[in-house]
C-alpha cells in the first residue's frame, strides 16, 4: 500500500517511539499531525523533520476527553480525519512497586496510558467506518504481555488493559475494514528510562532497542495490503527474554 498523502495522527509525538513513528510516516509521504502534553517539545521536534510533507503539532492532554475532542476537531480543519492512528503516548513512574505506588501514579498511569488511546481510538473510528477503512497502532509493551517487576504492577496493568483494549476493538471492527494492530516493545532507548528507579547501565542502554526500531514495523505494517493484518507483533533487543 502507497502511503503518500495518508493522513496520520501519532500521539506521544513529541520524542521517543512516538517521534520515531511520525517521521518515518512522514518519510513515506504521509502528512503527520502529532500531539502531546508539551507544546513546545511538539514544536521543536516538528521543527527537527528533515523529510516529508510537514509535521503539524497539538498540545493534547489525551486522558482529557475535551482535549481530545479538541485535538481531532483541529486535525480535521487542517487536513482531515486521520487514516492512520497510532497511539504513542505512555508514562510510567520511578516509585513503582506496590509497597510504594501512589493512588495519584495509579490514577495518571490508567488515564494516560490506556484511556487516553480509548478517547483517541473512539474520536478516529466514525470516519474510519465511514470510509470501511483506518490502521490503528497500539505501542504497548512486553510488560502488557507478561508482568514483570521492572516495569511495576501499574505500568503492567495499564499495557494489559491497553492490549485488551485493542484487541477487543480489532474484533468489532475487522467487519469495517479497520485493522488494529498492539505492538509489545522490549526495551527501548527512550526519554521514559529517566523514570526507571536505577539508572540504565551504558552496555544495557547500548543494546537496547531504539525508537527507529517501532517505527519501521509500524510503516511495515501500514504498508501491508489490506487483505493482510497484523493483530500484534513483539519485538524485544536480543538480550531479552518475554516469554
Known sequence: MQLADKIALVTGGGSGIGLATALALAKEGCRVAIAGRNGEKLRAAAEGQT???PIISRACDVAEPADVAGLFDWLRQQIGAPEILVNSA???VRRRSMAELDPGD???MIR???TGAFHCIRAALPE???RQAGLIVNIS???GKRASALG???YCASKFALAGL???IGLEERANGIHVTNIYPGEVATPILAQRPTPVPPERLAAMLRPEDIAEMVVAIARLPDRAIVPELVITPMYQEYA
Open 166 to 168: 485493542g484487541t477487543a
Open 106 to 108: 495509579w490514577e495518571q
Open 112 to 114: 494516560i496510558n490506556l
Open 90 to 92: 505512555g508514562i510510567n
Open 51 to 53: 523529510e516529508g510533507p
Open 141 to 143: 509493551s512486553v510488560s
Open 152 to 154: 511495576g504492577p501499574g
Open 128 to 130: 474510519m467506518r465511514r
